[in-house]
């Protein structure tokens, strides 16, 4: 079966830096997008960036843009997010998520595959 797993959350000061990873098993993962997704308390999960695995195109939030950079090593089947400049408001637990590839890379409700998420707390 699918698994993902993320790592590398915890807590830093504003204007830190995180490297966040999401490690995949179970299938061939070469026409999937591998994203990245955050909910904070009181709020619904929002898209922050995904990757497609095969081509290595690339889409952010607005919010992250110019901060967070998305990459994978197809190798080992592992796909990081870079998050700099960290804000307060970037406090969440991050998502890892896999999906099909088709329209809508950003769209939530195509992602069918879910990791247990990490924490990230960005204090001011």
């Known amino acids: 079966q699918v698994q993902l797993v993320e790592s590398g959350g915890g807590l830093v000061q504003a204007g830190g830096s995180l490297r966040l990873s999401c490690t995949a098993s179970?299938?061939?993962?070469?026409?999937?997008?591998l994203g990245w997704f955050r909910q904070a308390p009181g709020k619904e999960r929002e898209f922050v960036a995904t990757i497609s695995w095969r081509g290595g195109s690339t889409y952010y939030a607005d919010s992250v843009k110019g901060r967070f950079t998305i990459s994978g090593d197809n190798a080992k089947n592992t796909v990081f997010l870079q998050m700099n400049s960290l804000k307060p408001e970037d406090t969440a637990v991050y998502y890892c998520?896999?999906?099909?590839?088709?329209?809508?890379?950003?769209?939530?409700?195509?992602?069918?595959?879910w990791g247990q998420g990490t924490q990230v707390t960005v204090s001011s």
């Open positions: 179970g299938r061939s993962f070469s026409n999937y997008y």
């Open positions: 998520a896999a999906r099909g590839i088709g329209t809508v890379p950003t769209a939530r409700a195509a992602y069918n595959y």
